[in-house]
Protein backbone atom coordinates (compact mmCIF):
# COMPACT_ATOMS: atom_id res chain seq x y z
CA UNK A 1 0.00 0.00 0.00
CA UNK A 2 1.32 3.37 -0.84
CA UNK A 3 2.24 5.61 2.05
CA UNK A 4 0.94 8.42 0.68
CA UNK A 5 -2.69 7.64 -0.13
CA UNK A 6 -4.42 8.97 3.34
CA UNK A 7 -2.82 12.48 2.21
CA UNK A 8 -5.28 15.37 0.82
CA UNK A 9 -3.83 17.05 -2.15
CA UNK A 10 -2.94 20.37 0.20
CA UNK A 11 -0.86 17.92 2.38
CA UNK A 12 0.81 16.58 -0.87
CA UNK A 13 1.44 20.00 -2.03
CA UNK A 14 3.15 20.93 1.30
CA UNK A 15 5.08 17.70 1.37
CA UNK A 16 6.36 18.15 -2.38
CA UNK A 17 7.96 21.59 -1.76
CA UNK A 18 10.77 19.73 0.03
CA UNK A 19 11.61 17.42 -3.50
CA UNK A 20 14.61 18.24 -5.05
CA UNK A 21 14.79 16.55 -8.72
CA UNK A 22 12.07 16.11 -11.72
CA UNK A 23 11.93 12.55 -11.06
CA UNK A 24 10.45 12.42 -7.43
CA UNK A 25 7.74 14.20 -8.61
CA UNK A 26 6.94 12.33 -11.19
CA UNK A 27 7.02 9.13 -8.79
CA UNK A 28 5.19 10.97 -6.43
CA UNK A 29 2.00 11.81 -9.00
CA UNK A 30 2.27 8.42 -9.97
CA UNK A 31 1.57 6.94 -6.71
CA UNK A 32 -2.15 7.52 -6.82
CA UNK A 33 -4.91 8.81 -9.45
CA UNK A 34 -5.37 11.35 -6.40
CA UNK A 35 -2.53 13.25 -7.39
CA UNK A 36 -2.46 13.30 -10.96
CA UNK A 37 -2.90 17.08 -10.98
CA UNK A 38 -1.43 18.21 -7.99
CA UNK A 39 1.69 19.88 -9.41
CA UNK A 40 -0.74 22.14 -11.41
CA UNK A 41 -1.43 23.80 -7.84
CA UNK A 42 1.83 25.09 -7.63
CA UNK A 43 2.06 29.10 -7.78
CA UNK A 44 5.91 29.15 -7.22
CA UNK A 45 8.13 26.51 -8.82
CA UNK A 46 10.46 24.80 -5.88
CA UNK A 47 13.31 23.26 -8.01
CA UNK A 48 14.45 24.98 -10.96
CA UNK A 49 12.39 25.52 -14.23
CA UNK A 50 15.33 23.81 -16.30
CA UNK A 51 14.69 21.11 -14.39
CA UNK A 52 11.12 20.90 -14.15
CA UNK A 53 10.73 20.95 -17.92
CA UNK A 54 6.96 21.94 -17.80
CA UNK A 55 5.82 19.80 -14.67
CA UNK A 56 4.45 23.18 -12.88
CA UNK A 57 2.11 24.52 -15.76
CA UNK A 58 0.49 27.32 -13.62
CA UNK A 59 2.95 29.23 -11.66
CA UNK A 60 2.95 32.98 -11.46
CA UNK A 61 6.35 33.00 -9.42
CA UNK A 62 10.04 32.14 -10.72
CA UNK A 63 12.23 30.80 -8.03
CA UNK A 64 15.42 31.10 -9.55
CA UNK A 65 18.18 29.04 -7.53
CA UNK A 66 21.40 29.12 -9.43
CA UNK A 67 23.13 31.97 -11.73
CA UNK A 68 22.47 29.86 -14.30
CA UNK A 69 18.80 29.85 -14.10
CA UNK A 70 17.23 32.60 -16.05
CA UNK A 71 13.82 34.65 -16.10
CA UNK A 72 10.98 33.23 -18.13
CA UNK A 73 8.72 36.36 -19.58
CA UNK A 74 5.43 37.02 -18.53
CA UNK A 75 5.68 35.76 -14.79
CA UNK A 76 4.48 38.11 -12.05
CA UNK A 77 7.34 38.29 -9.52
CA UNK A 78 10.86 37.05 -9.62
CA UNK A 79 12.58 35.68 -6.42
CA UNK A 80 16.38 35.32 -6.48
CA UNK A 81 17.74 32.86 -3.93
CA UNK A 82 21.32 33.04 -4.87
CA UNK A 83 23.81 35.17 -3.34
CA UNK A 84 23.93 38.80 -5.13
CA UNK A 85 25.87 42.30 -4.60
CA UNK A 86 24.33 45.56 -3.86
CA UNK A 87 25.23 46.68 -7.59
CA UNK A 88 22.90 43.85 -8.81
CA UNK A 89 20.40 44.33 -6.38
CA UNK A 90 19.65 48.30 -7.13
CA UNK A 91 19.34 46.76 -11.06
CA UNK A 92 16.52 44.32 -10.12
CA UNK A 93 15.09 47.16 -8.32
CA UNK A 94 14.34 48.57 -11.25
CA UNK A 95 12.04 46.01 -12.04
CA UNK A 96 10.04 46.30 -9.55
CA UNK A 97 8.39 42.56 -9.59
CA UNK A 98 11.76 40.82 -8.19
CA UNK A 99 13.21 39.74 -5.11
CA UNK A 100 16.78 39.50 -3.81
CA UNK A 101 17.04 37.10 -0.75
CA UNK A 102 21.00 37.36 0.08
CA UNK A 103 22.55 40.23 -0.88
CA UNK A 104 26.12 41.18 -0.13
CA UNK A 105 28.05 44.16 0.22
CA UNK A 106 31.32 44.36 -1.41
CA UNK A 107 34.37 46.57 -0.60
CA UNK A 108 34.22 48.44 -4.18
CA UNK A 109 30.71 49.37 -3.20
CA UNK A 110 31.38 50.58 0.45
CA UNK A 111 33.80 52.59 -1.03
CA UNK A 112 31.19 54.03 -3.56
CA UNK A 113 28.32 54.10 -1.06
CA UNK A 114 29.60 54.07 2.41
CA UNK A 115 30.29 52.65 5.70
CA UNK A 116 26.75 52.34 6.85
CA UNK A 117 25.57 48.95 5.81
CA UNK A 118 22.34 50.03 3.14
CA UNK A 119 18.80 48.66 2.91
CA UNK A 120 18.55 45.13 1.29
CA UNK A 121 21.78 44.19 2.14
CA UNK A 122 21.87 40.66 4.54
CA UNK A 123 25.31 39.51 4.34
CA UNK A 124 28.96 41.47 4.76
CA UNK A 125 31.34 40.51 1.78
CA UNK A 126 34.97 39.11 2.25
CA UNK A 127 37.41 42.31 3.54
CA UNK A 128 34.51 44.67 3.07
CA UNK A 129 35.65 46.75 5.67
CA UNK A 130 39.51 45.68 5.53
CA UNK A 131 42.08 49.05 6.51
CA UNK A 132 38.90 51.27 7.07
CA UNK A 133 39.94 54.01 8.85
CA UNK A 134 37.26 55.76 9.91
CA UNK A 135 35.26 52.96 11.45
CA UNK A 136 35.03 53.72 15.23
CA UNK A 137 32.19 51.39 16.60
CA UNK A 138 30.20 48.71 14.70
CA UNK A 139 26.83 47.95 15.58
CA UNK A 140 25.35 45.80 13.16
CA UNK A 141 21.64 45.31 12.29
CA UNK A 142 19.22 42.66 12.93
CA UNK A 143 19.12 42.34 8.79
CA UNK A 144 23.17 41.12 8.76
CA UNK A 145 22.68 37.35 8.66
CA UNK A 146 26.33 36.48 7.80
CA UNK A 147 29.78 37.78 7.59
CA UNK A 148 32.41 36.74 5.57
CA UNK A 149 36.31 36.33 5.83
CA UNK A 150 38.23 38.97 6.84
CA UNK A 151 35.17 41.53 6.78
CA UNK A 152 36.72 44.01 8.90
CA UNK A 153 39.99 42.62 9.43
CA UNK A 154 43.07 45.79 10.06
CA UNK A 155 39.87 48.38 11.06
CA UNK A 156 42.83 50.64 12.98
CA UNK A 157 40.14 52.72 14.73
CA UNK A 158 37.32 50.14 15.59
CA UNK A 159 36.99 50.29 19.46
CA UNK A 160 33.76 48.66 19.89
CA UNK A 161 31.27 45.74 17.99
CA UNK A 162 27.91 44.83 19.21
CA UNK A 163 26.69 42.25 16.83
CA UNK A 164 22.97 40.58 15.77
CA UNK A 165 21.40 37.79 17.24
CA UNK A 166 20.77 37.06 13.77
CA UNK A 167 24.39 35.69 13.33
CA UNK A 168 25.63 31.88 13.69
CA UNK A 169 29.15 32.00 13.57
CA UNK A 170 32.12 34.63 12.91
CA UNK A 171 34.29 33.47 10.07
CA UNK A 172 37.92 33.31 9.40
CA UNK A 173 39.75 36.68 9.90
CA UNK A 174 36.84 38.67 10.76
CA UNK A 175 38.05 41.17 12.74
CA UNK A 176 42.08 40.18 12.60
CA UNK A 177 44.48 42.84 13.43
CA UNK A 178 42.35 45.70 14.82
CA UNK A 179 44.32 47.00 17.36
CA UNK A 180 42.30 49.84 19.45
CA UNK A 181 39.05 47.00 19.75
CA UNK A 182 38.44 46.81 23.49
CA UNK A 183 34.81 45.64 23.60
CA UNK A 184 33.05 43.06 21.96
CA UNK A 185 29.31 42.30 22.80
CA UNK A 186 29.03 38.57 20.61
CA UNK A 187 25.17 37.36 19.79
CA UNK A 188 23.82 34.26 22.31
CA UNK A 189 23.15 32.57 18.77
CA UNK A 190 27.05 32.13 17.97
CA UNK A 191 28.30 28.29 17.76
CA UNK A 192 31.50 29.13 15.83
CA UNK A 193 34.18 31.58 15.80
CA UNK A 194 36.91 30.95 12.72
CA UNK A 195 40.91 30.95 13.08
CA UNK A 196 42.51 33.86 13.54
CA UNK A 197 38.82 35.72 14.58
CA UNK A 198 40.50 38.20 16.90
CA UNK A 199 44.09 37.75 16.17
CA UNK A 200 46.17 40.24 17.24
CA UNK A 201 43.36 42.40 19.16
CA UNK A 202 45.69 43.54 22.15
CA UNK A 203 43.57 45.99 23.80
CA UNK A 204 40.67 43.34 24.10
CA UNK A 205 40.38 43.04 28.42
CA UNK A 206 37.43 40.53 28.60
CA UNK A 207 35.12 38.55 26.16
CA UNK A 208 32.03 36.36 27.18
CA UNK A 209 31.76 33.80 24.91
CA UNK A 210 28.53 32.84 24.10
CA UNK A 211 26.65 29.62 26.16
CA UNK A 212 26.27 27.96 22.63
CA UNK A 213 29.44 27.81 21.56
CA UNK A 214 30.59 24.89 20.01
CA UNK A 215 33.77 25.37 18.35
CA UNK A 216 37.05 28.11 18.82
CA UNK A 217 39.44 28.13 15.72
CA UNK A 218 42.83 28.34 15.13
CA UNK A 219 44.83 31.36 17.09
CA UNK A 220 41.37 32.60 17.42
CA UNK A 221 42.49 35.09 20.19
CA UNK A 222 46.61 34.89 19.61
CA UNK A 223 48.48 38.22 21.09
CA UNK A 224 45.61 39.50 22.65
CA UNK A 225 47.93 40.23 25.58
CA UNK A 226 45.53 42.30 27.40
CA UNK A 227 43.08 39.34 28.12
CA UNK A 228 42.92 38.74 31.51
CA UNK A 229 40.29 36.10 31.99
CA UNK A 230 38.27 33.85 29.93
CA UNK A 231 35.55 31.48 30.57
CA UNK A 232 34.85 28.73 28.27
CA UNK A 233 31.07 27.68 28.17
CA UNK A 234 30.32 23.79 29.00
CA UNK A 235 29.00 23.69 25.41
CA UNK A 236 32.15 23.54 23.86
CA UNK A 237 32.96 20.06 21.90
CA UNK A 238 36.36 21.58 20.02
CA UNK A 239 39.22 23.90 20.25
CA UNK A 240 41.62 24.67 17.33
CA UNK A 241 45.42 25.50 18.20
CA UNK A 242 46.99 28.62 19.65
CA UNK A 243 43.67 29.72 20.18
CA UNK A 244 44.91 31.90 23.65
CA UNK A 245 48.88 32.07 22.84
CA UNK A 246 50.70 34.85 23.71
CA UNK A 247 48.02 36.32 26.04
CA UNK A 248 50.85 37.43 28.50
CA UNK A 249 48.29 38.70 30.87
CA UNK A 250 46.11 35.79 31.05
CA UNK A 251 45.10 35.04 34.64
CA UNK A 252 42.33 32.64 34.69
CA UNK A 253 40.57 30.40 32.34
CA UNK A 254 37.39 28.36 33.34
CA UNK A 255 37.19 24.73 31.49
CA UNK A 256 34.19 22.97 30.59
CA UNK A 257 34.41 19.39 32.82
CA UNK A 258 36.71 16.62 31.30
CA UNK A 259 37.29 19.10 28.51
CA UNK A 260 40.78 18.04 26.53
CA UNK A 261 42.33 21.22 25.08
CA UNK A 262 44.84 21.41 22.29
CA UNK A 263 48.82 20.73 23.48
CA UNK A 264 49.43 24.54 22.36
CA UNK A 265 46.21 26.19 23.38
CA UNK A 266 48.44 28.51 25.88
CA UNK A 267 51.50 28.81 24.34
CA UNK A 268 54.03 31.56 25.80
CA UNK A 269 50.98 32.60 27.75
CA UNK A 270 53.18 32.42 31.12
CA UNK A 271 50.55 33.30 33.60
CA UNK A 272 47.73 31.21 33.01
CA UNK A 273 45.91 28.78 35.40
CA UNK A 274 43.10 26.82 34.07
CA UNK A 275 39.99 25.57 36.32
CA UNK A 276 37.34 23.27 35.83
Known amino acids: MCPFTHLTCQEALSILQYFT ?49 RKIPGMKRYVLWYDVNYTRYLKELEHKNTICKHVFYTKEERIKYGNSIPYGVNKIGSHCYELCGDLNELILPTTITSLSEGSFMSCLKLSSIILPTTLCSLPHLCFYDCPLLQHVVLPTTLTLIGDNCFQKCPNLVSVQLPSHLIYLGDSCFYDCYNLTSIVLPSSLTSMGDFCFSRCDNLTTVHLPPKFLFPKYTFYESPNVTATY
Not at 33 to 49: A, D, Q, Y
Open 21 to 69: SRIDFIHFIQTTKKFRNVLEMFTSNPISLFAANGLFPNISTQNLFTKKD
